[in-house]
């Protein structure tokens, strides 16, 4: 019947490869858009970004990345990397990035496409550049929490249209005559139109599980630096509490004194 209802949809390119259209080759699919083919594209704004940043083309190498590391100067930041994300970007290593390590560098620090709604508009490049990799985000997190193998035709046409929509955002920004616009949409589409996907379910399941576990230890790592800024104001509340205090009783002792001597002094008590 599924196989039917894909042959009833002929402006569907999956025809191309009707064996193609089940449920687990509909998941197979969208994971390799999102795993390597987002990435691809994210990766190609990183390096626009990174020549209007800094005046210079990005190489992989560990120039490059030694410099990059060197902008992120928050230490939390690092820490929430970890430590394989930290290796591979002091190394310069782009095509092993993946789209957290990509949207951390593009988002927060260096923060490249980091904008302030308020001063900007909704057309805005970079604003523009933002929303799609929030809303990538947002997916690779949704089927990173799943544990499903299998994806339906109406859920994965949604998914797909949703996240290609975003990575043409991204893609609509490059510069007119950008050499590697006709590429990764070419990309997108072979991806789409691709056999022999549902062979390999337990690849991206494996991938997802790794995605998974990265953002267990994200999220971990989030709260002990929040337990951590916590025991810190509470130390820093508590010690400003007792030095009031004592700074109270030593103005009361400070004015009391004379008093009592006074009153010693000059009625003999």
Not at 201 to 207: E, I, Q
Request: hydrophobic share 40%; net charge neutral; with cysteine.
């Amino acid at each position: 019947a599924e196989e039917a209802g894909a042959r009833e949809d002929a402006g569907d390119p999956r025809n191309k490869a009707l064996a193609e259209i089940t449920e687990e080759g509909n998941f197979a699919r969208f994971c390799r858009l999102l795993h390597e083919v987002c990435p691809e594209v994210l990766s190609a704004i990183f390096r626009i970004k990174w020549r209007e940043n800094t005046g210079g083309e990005w190489a992989d190498g560990a120039a490059c990345g030694g410099a990059l590391f060197a902008k992120i100067d928050d230490v939390t930041q690092r820490k929430l990397l970890g430590k394989a994300a930290v290796n591979q970007l002091r190394e310069g290593a782009s095509k092993k990035w993946d789209v957290t390590l990509l949207t951390s560098l593009l988002l927060f620090q260096p923060g490249y496409c980091k904008v302030q709604p308020v001063h900007h508009l909704s057309g805005d490049k970079d604003h523009v550049v933002v929303e799609a990799l929030e809303k990538i985000r947002k997916s690779r997190n949704a089927i990173a929490h799943s544990t499903k193998r299998s994806m339906a035709d109406a859920d994965f046409k949604a998914s797909w249209a949703g996240v290609v929509g975003s990575l043409e955002s991204i893609i609509s920004t490059f510069p007119a005559d950008d050499t590697q616009v006709q590429q990764l949409r070419g990309n997108i589409e072979k991806v789409y139109t691709e056999k022999g996907l549902s062979s390999h379910v337990d690849h991206f399941m494996t991938v997802i599980s790794g995605v998974e576990s990265e953002m267990q230890r994200l999220a971990e790592e989030q709260e002990r630096n929040v337990t951590k800024t916590e025991a810190g104001r509470m130390i820093e509340t508590g010690i400003q509490k007792v030095s009031i205090a004592c700074s109270s009783r030593q103005r009361g002792r400070l004015h009391a004194a004379p008093t009592r001597w006074g009153r010693r002094f000059w009625h003999g008590v």
